[in-house]
């Protein structure tokens, strides 16, 4: 009898052998496709943190200018904050602008005493001893364990109990808001009057930072005038060190410009974070004018999309019915930035 090839297997084979490496090919374009879309979305992230920096380096300047300094100088000078329950006050001084505004001189000078270096040919008017010009103070910027005077988010603080012998009664045995120290003022009873030591926990937080919000961005700020600054802005691993400062000693402490212990002593490893940082520069300056109090912006007003420009005074007569007549929506109380400036390049000091 005679029998037709059997042919078919072969073909089912094939049939699946290109079936599957179709979907191979599918499969590693998609993964390329992955990893290619967590690569942008990385520089897209440290983009906008960068960015972000620029609010926090203008917050800081206008801030600093007028809201007042600890005993102890800015930025990476500042030691760590005192925790020891017999440790002094540290003093906080209101200070009068980054040009001071009751006779022009350089500030910021402090409430209490001048606070200024003393004059010199170069600095024919003095200058200030907290930030003085031609400076430079970097600012890393993470989460602290606990941030000072922080207060826990309990909805109820007194919540009345459903059962037992205060079933029912509505005691206000818990102080109304309570820290979020573990403290709980004082062990959590009725005093209101915490101790030394409970005071110094809240009020000086936890300055440990998180280790999840460590090397994410930073910035530095150059004071290169009375009232203008270079700000830069960058998100990565460096901290705002420069990477031109890796064998360089400060000229005032003799110090190194650039902690190498923060890096494994490893000068390459260093270079590899400043190669893959994302890192941009502007100049801004301070003013000290401020919005009358008397006045407030639209936009706050009417809570939709207006033009932020309009003022009026709340007591003119063209307000409306619903208007939240207060002081506290002019929100430049400590100065203006005047104008900020994108710089192309990287400038030669920052």
Known sequence: ?????????????????????????????????????????????????????????????????????????????????ATRPDAPPSPHQEAFGWIDVRDGRIGPRLSQGEDVLPVSPDRPQGDSARFPLFTGFRFPMYV?????????????????AASGPDEGLPWLINPDPQPQASNRWNGGNHTV????????????????????????AWFRLWRDGPATFVVTCGAGGTLGYRLKDWNVNDPVTG???????????????????????????????WSAAVLALDYHNLDHELGIDRDHYMSWPPNASHTWRHSRRTQMHAKNMVGTISWVQRLVTEPTNW
């Open 1 to 81: 009898m005679f029998h037709q090839p059997r042919t078919r297997h072969g073909a089912v084979l094939i049939l699946v052998a290109g079936i599957a490496a179709l979907l191979i090919s599918i499969s590693l374009a998609f993964l390329t496709r992955m990893r290619s879309d967590a690569e942008e979305t990385v520089v897209t992230m440290r983009e906008t943190q960068a960015r972000l920096m620029l609010s926090a380096a203008c917050n800081y300047i206008l801030e600093a200018s007028r809201l007042g300094w600890e005993t102890t100088p800015p930025g990476e000078q500042t030691p760590p904050v």
């Open 144 to 160: 602290r364990e606990r941030p000072p005077y922080a207060i826990r988010l309990d909805a109820v603080y007194n919540p009345i």
């Open 193 to 216: 009057n915490p101790t030394v030591n409970d005071w110094y926990d809240y009020k000086n937080g936890d300055p440990r930072p998180r280790i999840r919000t460590m090397n994410r």
């Open 255 to 285: 110090l190194p410009m650039v902690d190498h212990a923060l890096f494994g002593n490893d000068y390459e490893t260093f270079r590899d974070l400043d190669a893959h940082e994302i890192r941009f520069w502007y100049r801004v300056e």
